[in-house]
């Protein structure tokens, strides 16, 4: 069955290249300006609790970008995604545009998480105080309020 995109999903799917190609480019031409020493992991604050090397800016980028490419994937073939929803030849065609939109709206989350996370990296500076507390209720409302479709649409 093919899944069609809506306006959303290309929205969404939009605005989540467009960070990754921000990342990139962004460390890409401010790369003299980036300290020797990075921020390698922050705590729950945003305060930097251990530092890196400036090479290590790169991977949130590629991990971003691995992560875009697998929820593509993952939207591409929802029957793979576990539900807690019995998938039916009858619902199927109602159940999988809602498991797409999840997945299209988890991607645009994380891709928008890790450009914040990159720039202040790239910045060596610590993460907004609101940071963590954004994340956590951007991905668990957006599969809440998601799941919570799928279960009246079963």
Do not use: Q
């Not at 945003?46 to 090397?53: D, F, K, L, P, V």
């Not at 994380?110 to 940071?131: E, H």
């Amino acid at each position: 069955m093919r899944i069609f995109n809506s306006r959303a999903a290309i929205i969404k799917n939009i605005i989540s290249i467009m960070s990754i190609v921000f990342c990139f480019a962004y460390i890409f031409l401010i790369w003299n300006e980036i300290p020797a020493r990075v921020p390698g992991h922050f705590d729950a604050a945003g305060n930097i609790t251990s530092w890196s090397e400036k090479g290590t800016v790169w991977l949130l980028p590629l991990i971003m970008l691995a992560l875009f490419v697998l929820m593509t994937a993952a939207g591409k073939f929802p029957s793979m995604m576990n539900t807690g929803v019995k998938i039916t030849e009858e619902n199927k065609e109602r159940l999988y545009p809602i498991l797409k939109g999840m997945a299209d709206t988890i991607k645009l989350i994380i891709c928008l998480m890790f450009t914040v996370i990159s720039i202040s990296i790239a910045a060596a500076s610590a993460l907004p105080v609101w940071f963590l507390a954004v994340s956590v209720a951007a991905v668990l409302g957006s599969t809440a309020v998601y799941c919570i479709i799928l279960r009246k649409a079963r």
